[in-house]
């Protein structure tokens, strides 16, 4: 996989000196993929956060979020059907002792031979994978590595185990005793589940009505074998979930209203639409009758950043039959087929499920640009991140031209007028040219430098971070001007 080209490379340690993302526990040589986010890193993503649950719940009459537990009662997971479903196939190699996921090697060799010319080839490849897959044929597939002489990256051998099924869920357990299986408990591979287990207490309090959504933010585990690609698939993240209960039947409409308004959503973030394409599944999940990913072009190729699924009424009726609870709405408008109100059911679901920090991802990497600014006189470069003005971790840099003779002041005094509205930063040491380079770097849209002539007239000079124009601008008007161009 290429995981380590010289661009993934160059975000990655542009990502950590500037405080945007950390190894977890580095001091001790980090946790494998596990990673901390900084002091800009959190800025980001908070924003990213912000902009999701604000787009998908205050600026929608139609879906409402919740925030539930981590720990879910043990049976849920029966339920879902992850205890028994929640595996990824998996191959050893026998000489380097390198473990992989099956479906990964195999497309790491199909795109070798995209790489090569041989496309045809490489289809011809991922359509037997993905009907071996869909079938469940371990020796078909075992066979199928072994027929293109697919090679350990590590070993160089093509001498494999059989392939086997690795739970991805991690137990941990509840209370005093420990050893017992009563007292195991899962932490949470998909945030969907406290959502599911709440439909009906968030239905009836909230007196909603079908169709809406419940969204909700928060952290999911996944024991992952392949974890080697940065933010993009760690054990411990953060998943932005929606689920919307519609009634049965009209799910296919909801999946293509679903599917298109998500893709708009990074579209209006900025990101270019040919950065983005859909993959539709051939084979589907145990509890999906349609299913896609956006995908998104990382430094690492096309990768699934967000999925779109047709859920069916699998989950509802799964924790009805174990709960013993009936998961059922009653929908009084009425039928016109019949004359009546369409009456009992359990609603089918359609969700939208984002890892946030596979798009705090994209947009670092999207963002991310090392230019050349070099002329005739001098070698010039510098490293910007065009962040979106309203993820940007610091919207206004405040730089005093010198420490002294009441220039600070000045700048304190602007940052004291707008830093209730957004994040302010100030900065005073090394030369305003060094101190907009670092502010390049850390993707902040605005600078303001308070100069000698801002005590004559109150007006500073405004830098522009993408395009270097500077202008001159009454103080006065700052916090307008960055307000608007949030
Ligand atoms: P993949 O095929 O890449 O393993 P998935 O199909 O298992 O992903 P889903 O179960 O659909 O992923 O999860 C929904 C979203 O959660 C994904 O689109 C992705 O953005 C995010 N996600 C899933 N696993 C991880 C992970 N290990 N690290 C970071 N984000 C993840």
């Known amino acids: 996989m290429a995981n380590d080209t010289p661009l993934f490379q160059s975000i990655i340690s542009h990502a950590k000196e500037y405080g945007f993302i950390f190894p977890s526990s580095e001091i001790y040589d ?51 059907g992850h205890v028994d479903n929640f595996n990824d196939p998996m191959i050893d190699n026998r000489d380097s ?33 993905e009907g071996l897959l869909a079938a469940d044929d371990f020796v078909g597939l075992k066979k199928l590595i072994e027929d293109h002489q697919i090679k350990c990256a590590v070993s160089d051998t093509c001498h494999w185990t059989d392939i086997r099924q690795f739970n991805l869920m991690f137990a941990t357990e509840f209370g005093a005793t420990s050893g017992e299986e009563d007292n195991k408990v ?13 439909f009906l207490n968030v239905q009836k309090t909230g007196r909603m009505k079908v169709p809406f959504g419940i969204a909700q933010v928060g952290k999911a585990f996944r024991n992952e074998i392949v974890a080697r690609q940065f933010v993009f698939r760690m054990r411990e993240f953060e998943q932005m979930e929606m689920q919307f209960f519609v009634r049965p039947g009209t799910q296919k409409q909801w999946y293509e209203y679903w599917k ?35 995908e998104f072009d990382f430094p690492i ?33 009425i039928d016109p087929s019949t004359g009546k109100p369409f009456g009992n059911y359990i609603p089918y679901v359609v969700e939208t499920s984002i890892g946030l920090d596979r798009m705090f991802l994209a947009v670092l990497s999207h963002a991310y640009e090392e230019q ?102 009454s103080i006065d008007s700052i916090k307008d001007l960055i307000k608007k161009a949030l």
């Not at 899962?186 to 709440?198: C, D, K």
Request: with cysteine; charged share 30%.
């Open 97 to 129: 002792k390198k473990r992989y996921r099956v479906d990964h090697l195999i497309e790491a060799h199909a795109e070798a031979l995209m790489a090569a010319g041989q496309k045809e080839q490489a289809a011809a490849l991922v359509t037997s994978m």
């Open 30 to 80: 980090g946790l494998q993929a596990v990673y901390d986010y900084g002091q800009m890193g959190s800025e980001l993503k908070k924003n990213i956060k912000d902009h999701w649950w604000k787009s998908m719940t205050q600026l929608r009459d139609d879906v409402v979020g919740i925030d539930a537990a981590i720990f879910m009662h043990p049976t849920t997971w029966k339920a879902s």
């Open 372 to 473: 050349d600014l070099s002329t005739d006189e001098k070698q010039d470069s510098r490293v910007v991140l065009k962040f979106p003005a309203a993820l940007a971790p610091i919207k206004l840099a405040v730089l005093p031209l010198n420490k002294k003779d009441g220039l600070p002041e000045i700048a304190q005094e602007i940052i004291a007028q707008c830093k209730d509205d957004f994040r302010c930063f100030y900065e005073e040491k090394d030369s305003i040219g060094k101190r907009y380079r670092r502010m390049d770097a850390l993707g902040t849209p605005f600078c303001i430098t308070v100069d000698y002539q801002s005590k004559e007239d109150r007006t500073v000079t405004i830098r522009y971070r993408d395009s270097m124009q500077q202008e001159r601008i």
């Open 186 to 198: 899962y932490l949470r591979p998909e945030t969907a589940q406290g959502i599911f287990v709440n």
């Open 301 to 333: 190729g096309f990768k699934e950043l967000e999925g779109i699924h047709s859920r069916t009424d699998f989950d509802l009726r799964q924790h009805q039959e174990y709960s013993k609870k009936k998961q059922q709405y009653f929908d009084n408008e």
């Open 260 to 294: 298109q308004c998500r893709l708009q959503w990074h579209l209006d973030l900025g990101l270019p639409a040919d950065k983005y394409r859909y993959h539709d599944h051939v084979k589907l999940a145990h509890y999906a009758d349609a299913a896609c990913d956006i």
